[in-house]
């Protein structure tokens, strides 16, 4: 429970402030129970109260929170629909052009930046790349410390993968609430350190802290893991071109089937994610030089295929056309039967599965080298001119987008559903306006920087 946020609703709804401590301290009594004296209670409850007075209504706009009135769960940001893709893009638009090799604008997962080496000219082959990326563990894996630090390790490692890179460090950073028990982190980093042994990668650094601090109470978990690689050259979503194929290698989940499994009761189901085959598969292409071959590399994560192929087509200015039958083939066997037996469409969910897009000339040699790693890999479409993506189904094309929310795979999200709200294109007005105020706030405090550093 945010116990400041609870304080500053009540007082901007006019509650007096007797009944605010008292119902604080009720709450957190609650919580706690014979963890605390009620008497303690009531004076952690006045202190909230005291401190989220004087932050309340702050009258410098840089130090006040821009509002936009829009929801992150209306809107559906980390929900891996439409609305998280319209989110990342304004992010990439508030940051701007940079002198990255590969920055947010072109949606992928990881960034590149040049890193050339001390006494030698940009251009040249000494030149290397360093490839950054992190990603946030499930959050609904936060009473399954182990699981979420193996899913969210293995994650960073494969956005370094797909860029072309070899990872060479992992870091993590992880936040438990007030009354989580210990224990949680360290099962947390027992999870990333697994992947990190079986992969080879060191987990050299990161940070532990508390949720709010004080004003947090409950036992929620949340963190990420980010990863470092390095490289000659990199692949990125822009390069897929008119002709290519598509090639997937097999799909059994991570986070998200694993959260599926555990809360629907099919536990078993887990065991199947708990794998690295991504990983040997994208090392033994680099390993080969064939990465240097190919023109795309990415996960199946955001929304599933349905996310990924919009966002390939969007950005390389091409079409997608997937083969829902050869799909299906390469999706794990336990994980498939787990889906279809709670109508969670499987084309709309993260398989973690090795998408390859490269010359048809190239494609075997692909198929070889992920086969010699005991890797399925199956050619499931193909790349033409136009712009979008289909699917063929039974023979017939289809179109094939992503849905306001990624494909719900939990009861909870049952109730909430994939559909897009009726409001939608009101909110993201809403948003447009909140990002120029972020950019206008962003550029004040340039300009304040400059003027500094000319006194």
């Given at each position: 429970?945010?116990?400041?946020?609870?304080?500053?609703?009540k007082?901007?709804?006019?509650?007096?402030e007797?009944?605010?401590?008292?119902?604080?301290?009720?709450?957190?009594?609650?919580?706690?129970?014979?963890?605390?004296?009620?008497?303690?209670?009531?004076?952690?409850?006045?202190?909230?109260?005291?401190?989220?007075?004087?932050?309340?209504?702050?009258?410098?706009?840089l130090?006040?929170?821009?509002?936009?009135?829009?929801?992150m769960?209306?809107?559906?940001?980390?929900?891996?629909?439409?609305?998280?893709?319209y989110?990342?893009?304004?992010?990439?638009?508030?940051?701007?052009?940079?002198?990255?090799?590969?920055?947010?604008?072109?949606?992928s997962?990881?960034?590149v930046?040049?890193?050339?080496?001390?006494?030698?000219?940009?251009?040249?082959?000494?030149?290397?790349?360093?490839?950054?990326?992190?990603d946030?563990?499930?959050?609904?894996?936060s009473?399954?410390?182990?699981?979420?630090?193996?899913?969210?390790?293995?994650?960073?490692l494969?956005?370094?993968?797909?860029?072309?890179?070899?990872p060479?460090?992992l870091?993590?950073?992880?936040?438990?609430?007030?009354?989580?028990?210990?224990?949680?982190?360290?099962d947390?980093?027992?999870?990333?350190?697994?992947?990190?042994?079986?992969?080879?990668?060191?987990?050299v650094?990161?940070?532990?802290?508390?949720?709010?601090?004080?004003?947090?109470?409950?036992?929620?978990?949340?963190?990420?893991?980010?990863?470092?690689?390095?490289?000659?050259?990199?692949?990125?979503r822009?390069?897929?071109?008119?002709?290519?194929?598509?090639?997937?290698?097999?799909?059994?989940?991570?986070?998200?089937?694993?959260?599926?499994?555990?809360?629907?009761?099919?536990?078993?189901?887990?065991?199947?994610?708990?794998?690295?085959?991504?990983?040997?598969?994208?090392?033994?292409?680099?390993?080969?030089?064939?990465?240097?071959?190919?023109?795309?590399?990415?996960?199946?994560?955001?929304?599933?295929?349905?996310?990924?192929?919009?966002?390939?087509?969007?950005?390389a200015?091409v079409?997608?056309?997937?083969?829902?039958?050869?799909?299906?083939?390469?999706?794990?066997?336990?994980?498939?039967?787990?889906?279809?037996?709670?109508?969670?469409?499987?084309?709309?969910v993260?398989?973690?599965?090795?998408?390859?897009?490269?010359?048809?000339e190239?494609?075997?040699?692909?198929?070889?080298?992920?086969?010699?790693?005991?890797?399925?890999?199956?050619?499931?479409?193909?790349?033409?001119?136009g712009?979008?993506?289909?699917?063929?189904?039974?023979?017939?094309?289809?179109?094939?987008?992503p849905?306001?929310?990624?494909?719900?795979?939990?009861?909870?999200?049952?109730?909430?559903?994939?559909?897009?709200?009726?409001?939608?294109?009101?909110?993201?007005?809403?948003?447009?306006?909140?990002?120029?105020?972020?950019?206008?706030?962003?550029?004040?405090?340039?300009?304040?920087?400059?003027?500094?550093g000319?006194?």
């Amino acid at each position: 429970m945010d116990l400041e946020g609870f304080a500053k609703r009540k007082l901007r709804e006019g509650e007096k402030e007797e009944a605010i401590i008292a119902e604080m301290c009720s709450r957190i009594v609650e919580i706690k129970r014979n963890r605390i004296r009620k008497e303690d209670a009531e004076s952690i409850s006045r202190a909230v109260l005291e401190e989220a007075k004087r932050t309340l209504d702050l009258k410098d706009e840089l130090l006040t929170e821009i509002k936009s009135g829009v929801r992150m769960g209306e809107f559906g940001v980390g929900s891996r629909g439409s609305g998280d893709f319209y989110a990342h893009e304004k992010i990439g638009e508030i940051i701007g052009a940079t002198s990255a090799v590969v920055d947010s604008s072109s949606l992928s997962d990881s960034g590149v930046v040049r890193f050339p080496r001390e006494g030698k000219s940009k251009g040249n082959s000494e030149e290397k790349l360093v490839v950054v990326t992190v990603d946030g563990m499930h959050s609904r894996l936060s009473d399954f410390p182990f699981l979420a630090g193996f899913h969210v390790a293995r994650a960073a490692l494969r956005d370094v993968y797909v860029m072309g890179a070899t990872p060479v460090a992992l870091f993590s950073d992880i936040h438990v609430a007030d009354d989580g028990d210990v224990a949680k982190i360290f099962d947390h980093v027992a999870g990333i350190s697994a992947v990190s042994d079986a992969a080879g990668v060191p987990l050299v650094t990161g940070s532990t802290l508390r949720i709010g601090g004080d004003v947090v109470i409950g036992e929620r978990m949340t963190g990420c893991v980010g990863a470092v690689g390095v490289a000659d050259a990199v692949v990125s979503r822009e390069g897929a071109k008119e002709g290519d194929v598509i090639l997937m290698t097999e799909g059994a989940g991570g986070g998200t089937i694993s959260t599926a499994a555990l809360y629907y009761g099919e536990p078993e189901v887990v065991k199947e994610t708990l794998n690295i085959q991504f990983l040997r598969a994208c090392k033994a292409l680099i390993g080969e030089k064939i990465v240097k071959r190919v023109h795309v590399m990415t996960d199946v994560t955001n929304g599933g295929i349905r996310g990924d192929a919009n966002e390939i087509a969007k950005v390389a200015a091409v079409k997608l056309v997937f083969y829902e039958d050869t799909i299906r083939s390469v999706v794990n066997e336990t994980v498939l039967g787990m889906l279809e037996r709670h109508a969670i469409d499987y084309l709309g969910v993260s398989l973690d599965a090795l998408l390859v897009i490269c010359p048809e000339e190239v494609a075997e040699d692909v198929k070889e080298v992920v086969r010699s790693e005991n890797v399925r890999i199956e050619e499931v479409g193909k790349v033409e001119a136009g712009k979008g993506a289909e699917i063929v189904v039974d023979g017939e094309k289809k179109e094939f987008v992503p849905k306001f929310r990624e494909a719900a795979y939990t009861p909870v999200k049952k109730v909430v559903g994939e559909s897009t709200i009726n409001n939608f294109e009101d909110m993201k007005r809403k948003v447009d306006k909140a990002v120029e105020a972020a950019i206008y706030k962003r550029n004040r405090v340039k300009r304040m920087l400059g003027e500094k550093g000319e006194r």
